[in-house]
């Protein structure tokens, strides 16, 4: 016969009663389970007398010594609530159950957060009532922004950098809107000479079908006058195919020609409009806001936005430190049916005050521009401009194109236009990038300028052939860092020789510096090497530092040397010192400007290393 454990004693503890009560006292159900129809139910206990009265019974009921045993099976300072009536797995189930709904319940709503978080963004609300804009990156200002896959890249400006900028990103396979303010064929007096150097990175772009079918006219070389003396320094060309050499032509020409080829291309849409400002998001450049030609003001959305909106760009200032210098200006004129002395290349007059340079531009017409120093120029209305350049200028002119000159001047078409000069500072910004005038200027005597555009455009495009998703910001901003620094061999070369070469070319009333620009006049007459080196660095065909700084210090040794033959005395030695520091106080500034580490050094700034390696 089975024996039933004795009750406890009245001298137990009060609280494991207690607990002994609580379990026995009957509980709503926890749980409903999802896999039955109808909800579970607990069978009703049978009703158990208290504790209390048991120990004062000498027989204990069956029922109450079953749960008093059950009751001391539970361990000491377990406070999980045990199921009633063998309930454990199927509670345990139904817990199971509702983990797994709640968890697809989450799942889903952040699910849902996610799809309406990319298609609504905080900066672009869109208001209720008016359609979303369908795929396109332009909306109306306030009404929202596009989709993230209406536009790769956003370019502000459709000059020379910005025309052929579009088409290159266009050929990759981006998605590119470009917004001019004018596009109607520009009409201006510089930009219409394109060295050797350019040429190439012309063709490398795909680009060089541009300088057909506008009467361009190759050039091949400079013809170099002082004080009735010349000399001829032609391009060293001889490496290179035979198409290969200088271009010069009418810039809105030019301009229009690409243009057309950028909008050939399906992904590529030209947009007359003014941009205004640059849309940011905590840091991040997101993309501009603009005027339609109609006045609209609409706001365009893109993970990469470029400024190349030329010299008078009103977006520069958010993205770099603008220091614009205009050290003197250009009288623009046009001399019709006039032979120069040596055709096709380029003439520069070494006059005083300040050089004079000649080229073709058309097969009947060629281009003079008369340096002016200062920023004032005599007035044209008044007739000082016209007067100025007969008394003052044209009897320094080559008597081969002296009355073209003077008929030219008589014409009255004179127009005049600051040279201006920016050392590029930029402000690294996510999602936004210069290039062209807006970013780096240089005094326009080289003709350097569109080279130093298409170099930064075809180094541009090396760097973003392996980033097809622009939308990886972080990748997208070490990327753009990295450009800054791999142009700089080419662009400060090209742009501290520009600087250097004016101001050595310039009459001065210090006689240090007039031996320097005779030194430098014969220096190039010499040819051989001491003409190919420096016209390879003016052409863009060896934009070298290293070798831009040996052969201009080499022109001031060699003044130096013409001072001290046939025998030295104190003043000329005096002055072969002042010769050399002039020369210093000419190239140093400008190297400092333009940054000695990422001219010389480039491997040594961090942001070198981020550009991707070529493949092999």
Not at 280 to 288: A, D, I, L, Q, S
Not at 522 to 539: E, K, M, T
Not at 557 to 566: F, K, Q, S, T
Not at 582 to 611: D, N, S, W
Request: glycine share 8%; proline share 9%; aromatic share 6%.
């Amino acid at each position: 016969m089975q024996t039933w454990p004795r009750a406890a004693s009245p001298s137990s503890s009060h609280k494991k009663r207690k607990n002994l009560e609580a379990s026995l006292r009957p509980r709503p159900p926890l749980f409903v389970s999802l896999s039955s129809p109808a909800p579970l139910s607990r069978p009703r206990p049978r009703r158990i007398k208290p504790l209390s009265s048991l120990s004062s019974q000498p027989k204990r009921s069956r029922h109450a010594r079953q749960h008093r045993r059950r009751a001391s099976e539970i361990p000491k300072g377990d406070t999980m609530e045990r199921p009633y009536c063998g309930m454990t797995a199927a509670a345990a189930g139904v817990g199971l159950q509702f983990i797994g709904v709640a968890a697809a319940t989450l799942l889903a709503a952040v699910l849902v957060a996610t799809v309406l978080g990319r298609r609504r963004r905080p900066w672009a609300p869109v208001v209720e009532g008016k359609p979303a804009p369908a795929a396109a990156c332009a909306v109306p200002d306030g009404e929202g922004a596009a989709g993230d896959g209406g536009t790769d890249v956003i370019i502000v400006g459709a000059g020379v950098a910005g025309s052929a900028l579009a088409y290159t990103l266009g050929k990759d396979g981006r998605r590119v809107h470009v917004i001019e303010r004018d596009l109607t064929e520009p009409d201006r007096i510089v930009g219409e000479l394109l060295q050797p150097g350019g040429y190439l990175k012309l063709m490398e772009l795909g680009l060089e079908d541009c300088v057909e079918e506008i009467d361009a006219q190759r050039v091949l070389g400079y013809a170099l006058f002082k004080d009735g003396k010349n000399t001829k320094l032609s391009y060293p060309l001889e490496k290179f195919h035979s198409d290969v050499a200088g271009r010069s032509f009418h810039n809105g020409r030019f301009i229009q020609r690409m243009r057309q080829k950028a909008a050939s291309l399906s992904n590529v849409q030209l947009e007359q409009g003014t941009a205004t400002s640059l849309l940011e998001e905590n840091g991040t450049v997101k993309g501009v806001q603009y005027k339609t030609k109609l006045g609209e003001e609409l706001r365009a959305y893109a993970p990469l936005t470029i400024v190349c909106d030329g010299c008078f760009s009103n977006l520069r200032r958010a993205l770099c430190s603008p220091k614009v210098d205009v050290p003197s200006c250009f009288v623009g004129l046009v001399l019709e049916n006039c032979q120069l002395p040596h055709p096709n290349h380029g003439h520069v007059i070494l006059a005083n005050p300040s050089p004079i340079l000649f080229y073709p531009i058309s097969s009947t017409e060629v281009r003079c521009l008369v340096d002016v120093p200062g920023q004032k120029v005599p007035s044209i209305a008044s007739g000082e401009m016209a007067n100025y350049l007969k008394t003052v200028v044209a009897p320094q002119i080559p008597p081969e194109i002296y009355d073209s000159f003077v008929a030219a001047i008589d014409k009255g078409s004179i127009r005049t236009m600051p040279n201006r000069s920016m050392p590029a500072a930029p402000h690294p910004t996510p999602g936004a990038l210069l290039m062209g005038d807006a970013f780096n200027m240089r005094h326009p005597l080289t003709g350097g300028g569109m080279t130093v555009a298409l170099s930064d455009i075809v180094v541009l495009r090396n760097l973003l052939k392996s980033l097809r998703n622009l939308h990886d910001a972080s990748s997208l901003c070490n990327y753009l860092e990295s450009f800054y620094t791999l142009r700089k061999p080419v662009a400060s070369t090209i742009n501290t020789l520009a600087g250097a070469l004016y101001k050595v070319f310039s009459a001065s009333p210090d006689q240090a510096r007039n031996e320097m620009r005779q030194a430098c006049f014969d220096y190039l007459s010499l040819g051989g090497v001491f003409s190919n080196g420096p016209i390879a660095l003016l052409s863009g065909l060896n934009p070298r530092p290293l070798s831009l700084v040996a052969h201009f210090f080499a022109v001031a040794i060699y003044g130096v040397g013409r001072l001290m033959l046939p025998l030295p005395s104190p003043k000329r030695m005096w002055i072969g010192a002042r010769l050399i520091s002039g020369a210093c106080g000419i190239i140093l500034p400008i190297i400092k400007a333009e940054g000695v580490r990422q001219m010389f050094f480039p491997a040594t700034v961090p942001a070198y290393y981020r550009a991707p390696r070529p493949a092999e």
